[in-house]
């Protein structure tokens, strides 16, 4: 046997704890198949570890590399046969809740929300579970009418008496098996089903009624629904609605709120994962929290033993999805190991964390969530050496920074391109300079969510912690601004997204197989040039701190400059233009005048993305907005024009009408000082170079406004 066969055998055998981890894993993670498919591989591995064993020989000096092997081995199978025993009743008891749930079947009685309702196009939807009733103890989707007046502050824990039925059932048959709904998916239909399973969620159901009591659930569930409710309150106070809903989605995971306008820009930008509580939020918590009660006087174990307890409670009050999962998981297990004097090992508290939350829900690994997010930890193991080795130049805050920013940018753009058909080419730049805004936002805002839980022990203590919360609200919000800005500007570079439409399991492995060949390469080539590096670094710090303090200026201008030139607003057009925006289904019309005045008549739907649209076209400001009625493809897109862009006159054409959007649109124009002028015919308005004729509505006889 070869120096080298034994090293690699001693290398794996000193590691017998991460082996076992990485089989139960995968036991759980291949619970959902059959368990003669389990079976077949734990036998392999079985063979395997004989095979090598007999390789060894027993007159050979190595015989006990062998026979360490085998065990192992052995080992390995029993971890993985016992996942896969494991996944499996945790999947029979998931499934346990959804007996009786067939299509059509009646879902009655009193429920909780999980979360807040999630606003759509065609209504809103709430995860509900079910106290109450035939269904009891069982989670499920539930569609509102659209119609429906849901109260504004409905949030986790809220009671509500509901009577619905099931439309499709997460196990069996849906009322219409050959009709998929649409989905994001690459040349792939949505699965709602499997969206069901690895939610947890036993079906999804159409509500007829849906009533509030103004009740919430008590016990642990409700302290933690209050301690939610008081942080959220922290979190937002002060803020505009639209930096509010920022923090929310930063600091709390509560992205609800979000505009899809602000969400399409970070998904652009590459910077969606910050609206997503992950591993960053727990990394930042707990360097927030260690100095903190460093500074209090607590000793080492206390600070250690007191982190733990506030990123266990971080987790649940956070929503505990599976990226956060694991890093709370992750987090607790290097806080114990510090705790213990013990050297902690990051794979294996990976490989725990892959455990725990499958353990939790073996459906977890499909989610597109999960699989990022170990991905990405994943990448950021293999690669933030060689990474920080390559940019030692740099201070080591900012080396680290783009050391992990690059890892999880490279290492996540496959499964971004197997799950979205994108990947945003904007992603790194844009995300090494949110670097030093997001951990500020994310401090500031823990701090405002951990004074507002003093509220809890009464009136007298809310008040005082009132002024520290405005204090730091002051501070967050311009950088919840700029990083909302940051995201808008690098989403309309032009290319910013780039399709790559990865359809199979294959073409995965291929993608990922020719960033592991780069990225050979590139290691190969550091170590060809160590030495001119090592040289040349030596020179850069021997220089004068002003000389490196200019080159780094010059350098950073070069990177900006093309920036700046693609960022830069088009001139208005030389003659009178019509634009028809394309934004899908829907209307918007955009007239601009050589004199720079430019009228939108509305705005198509939200998803539309028609600021977008105006900034490409050269829009900075709107002469004028006309909304001709009250109709979501024409006016659903304007609550982001009027909060993004000055607009001097607003003509009305809503005729009166009660549409609630269509008003707020008005209402939100009107709080920003624009002029709202009521169009009826027969009017001329002159708005720069360019006349508007109204020719309808005619006015309105008295009486009732049209719905």
């Not at 073409?507 to 592991?516: D, H, K, R, T």
Request: hydrophobic share 50%; net charge positive.
């Amino acid at each position: 046997m070869t120096q080298r066969w034994r090293a690699g055998i001693a290398m794996v055998m000193d590691r017998p704890r991460h082996l076992a981890l990485a089989a139960a894993s995968s036991g759980l993670a291949c619970a959902p198949l059959s368990l003669e498919a389990i079976l077949l591989v734990a036998a392999g591995l079985a063979v395997a570890g004989a095979m090598l064993s007999a390789r060894a020989g027993p007159a050979n000096p190595a015989s006990e590399d062998g026979a360490r092997v085998a065990r192992t081995t052995v080992i390995v199978a029993l971890a993985l046969i016992a996942g896969a025993g494991a996944g499996q009743l945790r999947l029979d008891a998931i499934e346990s809740h959804a007996e009786g749930l067939g299509a059509g079947e009646p879902v009655e009685g009193w429920g909780h929300l999980l979360g807040p309702p999630q606003a759509g196009q065609f209504g809103a939807s709430a995860e509900v579970r079910m106290a109450t009733g035939a269904a009891r103890g069982a989670r499920v989707l539930v569609r509102f009418p659209r119609d429906a007046t849901l109260p504004h502050d409905a949030g986790s824990g809220a009671e509500l008496a509901l009577a619905a039925s099931v439309r499709t059932p997460a196990y069996g048959r849906s009322t219409d098996e050959t009709e998929e709904p649409p989905g994001a998916g690459v040349g792939r239909p949505f699965d709602l089903k499997a969206y069901l399973r690895r939610r947890g969620l036993a079906a999804e159901a159409v509500a007829s009624r849906a009533s509030f009591t103004g009740r919430a659930r008590g016990g642990v569930a409700g302290a933690l629904d209050a301690s939610r409710r008081r942080a959220e309150s922290g979190v937002e106070r002060g803020l505009s609605p639209p930096r509010a809903a920022l923090a929310r989605g930063m600091v709390l995971g509560q992205d609800e709120r979000v505009a899809p306008a602000v969400r399409d820009d970070f998904r652009a930008s590459g910077l969606a994962h910050v609206l997503a509580v992950s591993g960053q939020n727990v990394m930042l918590l707990a360097a927030l929290a260690l100095p903190l009660l460093a500074g209090a006087g607590l000793p080492r174990g206390a600070r250690l033993a007191a982190t733990v307890a506030l990123v266990a409670a971080y987790v649940p009050l956070a929503g505990a999805g599976p990226s956060l999962q694991r890093a709370g998981v992750m987090g607790i297990a290097s806080l114990v190991a510090l705790a213990a004097s013990r050297p902690a090992s990051r794979w294996y508290a990976l490989l725990l964390a892959a455990c725990v939350t499958l353990a939790l829900n073996p459906m977890a690994v499909t989610d597109p969530g999960w699989q990022l997010s170990f991905v990405a930890v994943g990448g950021i193991l293999v690669l933030i050496s060689p990474l920080r080795s390559a940019l030692a130049a740099l201070p080591r805050a900012v080396a680290d920074g783009v050391a992990v920013t690059v890892a999880a940018t490279l290492t996540t753009a496959p499964l971004l391109a197997f799950h979205f058909g994108t990947v945003s080419v904007a992603s790194l730049p844009a995300n090494v300079l949110a670097l030093p805004l997001v951990a500020p936002i994310m401090w500031l805002g823990m701090l405002r969510a951990g004074l507002a839980q003093l509220g809890g022990v009464g009136e007298p203590v809310a008040v005082v912690t009132e002024l520290p919360i405005d204090g730091l609200g002051l501070v967050m919000s311009p950088l919840t601004g700029a990083l909302a800005s940051l995201a808008g500007a690098f989403a309309e570079l032009p290319g910013a997204q780039l399709g790559v439409p990865l359809t199979s399991n294959v073409s995965v492995a291929l993608a990922y197989f020719a960033i592991g060949a780069l990225g050979w390469g590139a290691v190969r080539l550091a170590r060809g040039t160590e030495v001119t590096r090592a040289t040349v670094a030596a020179q850069w710090r021997r220089s004068p701190r002003a000389w490196r303090l200019a080159a780094s200026l010059a350098a950073a201008a070069l990177l900006i400059a093309p920036l700046a030139l693609l960022l830069k607003t088009p001139s208005p057009p030389e003659e009178l233009t019509v634009s028809f925006l394309d934004v899908g289904q829907g209307d918007a019309t955009l007239i601009q005048h050589p004199d720079g005045t430019a009228v939108l008549f509305d705005g198509g739907p939200p998803e539309g993305r028609v600021v977008r649209l105006l900034r490409r076209a050269g829009v900075r400001r709107l002469s004028a907005l006309v909304m001709t009625h009250a109709s979501r493809d024409h006016h659903g897109g304007l609550p982001e024009v009027v909060d993004r862009l000055p607009v001097d006159l607003l003509l009305d054409g809503g005729d009166g009408t009660a549409d609630r959007d269509f008003r707020a649109v008005v209402a939100a124009a009107g709080k920003r000082g624009t002029r709202r002028l009521k169009a009826t015919a027969p009017m001329t308005v002159r708005v720069g170079g360019l006349s508007i004729r109204i020719l309808s509505p005619q006015p309105r006889a008295p009486g009732p406004a049209p719905e």
